[in-house]
């Protein structure tokens, strides 16, 4: 089993930024990809960014492409999602998740995902 928790959201302006971490334990992590996903209310959950295990592959959904950066530490266990200009659209939930899939697929829905931390809320405010 793999334990997650994220960290690092709060209130923000449009325009400012900050940096999730999701924070691994359990298992070997480089055998897991990662991904984020976030809810925002009213809306599904849907798929942020991504690294791919092995290859380190990174993949984005078109809405964050260019302002938001996925990364991870292994020496830490740890993934980041650096967020910059952030606008009230990417107010949300902010959910890391862990799984052994790897490559384009990552990017599926949520439901795919093996493991899940309990949330960070993220607000942006104008």
């Known amino acids: 089993q793999v334990q997650l928790a994220e960290s690092g959201g709060g209130l923000v302006q449009a325009g400012g930024s900050l940096r999730l971490s999701c924070a691994a334990s359990?298992?070997?992590?480089?055998?897991?990809?990662m991904g984020w996903f976030r809810q925002a209310p009213g809306k599904e959950r849907e798929f942020v960014a991504a690294?791919?295990?092995?290859?380190?592959?990174?993949y984005y959904a078109d809405s964050v492409k260019g302002r938001f950066t996925v990364s991870r530490d292994n020496a830490k266990n740890t993934m980041y999602l650096e967020m910059n200009s952030l606008s009230p659209d990417d107010t949300a939930v902010y959910y890391c998740?862990?799984?052994?899939?790897?490559?384009?697929?990552?990017?599926?829905?949520?439901?795919?995902?093996?493991?899940w931390g309990q949330g960070t809320q993220v607000t942006v405010s104008s």
């Open positions: 998740a862990a799984d052994r899939r790897s490559g384009a697929q990552l990017q599926n829905p949520y439901y795919a995902y093996e493991y």
């Open positions: 359990g298992r070997t992590f480089t055998g897991y990809s």
């Open positions: 690294i791919s295990r092995g290859t380190g592959y990174l």
